[in-house]
Antibody, heavy 124, light 107 residues
């Protein structure tokens, strides 16, 4: 069974840092691009970042560029999101997402598997 | 960046109704459009990809159509389990973008 399990969420003060992790199982992790998608309380879905299967290509939403870093460790089947300089508007449930490929390694894709989400709250 | 606009924002319907949700892209995205269903407190679920391809395990009452800038999601006969929020997503180019969502409510 394909599974994604996020961890690392919590309460952090504005300006602080947090690292999210996503443990993947049930598929060949290195063969798939992965992504982070977030959802603020009562709001819609917002794409945050994506990374190619090899880890060699990364992409970011303007709202997080320069503050967040996506990475992966294919030997550990784990995806990460390092979040620095956190702001109140970063408060959200963060979902780890497996990308359904288009057949081109660096092309964007849709999400066919979602994690259960981890909650990040930025507040003093 | 490509903007995605869904309509309506809220839709009231009854079990058995046929409903259609529209998603418009600010520029052509070919057929690189997906539809998701989300229920409260749960992760979204992929329904349709590449505008009209039904994801495995999704009931055939769900269908998608369109290309370029205008797309629709149709539910042919609403079931009680279908009352949820629906999102479209373009994945033609980065940054990927979601529509603002359509909440399907029971009339």
């Amino acid at each position: 069974e394909v599974q994604l399990l996020e961890s690392g969420g919590g309460l952090v003060q504005p300006g602080g840092s947090l690292r999210l992790s996503c443990a993947a199982s049930g598929f060949t992790f290195s063969s798939y691009a992965m992504s982070w998608v977030r959802q603020a309380p009562g709001k819609g879905l917002e794409w945050v970042s994506a990374i190619s299967g090899s880890g060699g290509s990364t992409y970011y939403a303007d709202s997080v560029k320069g503050r967040f870093t996506i990475s992966r460790d294919n030997s550990k089947n784990t995806l990460y999101l390092q979040m620095n300089s956190l702001r109140a508007e970063d408060t959200a449930v963060y979902y780890c997402a497996k990308i359904k490929g288009r057949g081109i390694a660096v092309a964007p894709g849709c999400v066919d598997v979602w994690g259960q989400g981890t909650t990040v709250t930025v507040s003093s | 960046d490509i903007q995605m606009t869904q309509s309506p924002s809220t839709l009231s319907a009854s079990v058995g109704d046929r409903v259609t949700i529209t998603c418009r892209a600010s520029q052509s995205i070919s057929s690189w459009l997906a539809w998701y269903q989300q229920k409260p407190g749960k992760a979204p679920k992929l329904l349709i990809y590449k505008a009209s391809s039904l994801e495995s395990g999704v009931p055939s009452r769900f269908s998608g159509s369109g290309s370029g800038t205008e797309f629709t999601l149709t539910i042919s006969s609403l079931q009680p389990d279908d009352f949820a929020t629906y999102y479209c997503q373009q994945y033609n180019s980065y940054p990927v973008a979601f529509g603002q969502g359509t909440k399907l409510e029971i009339k």
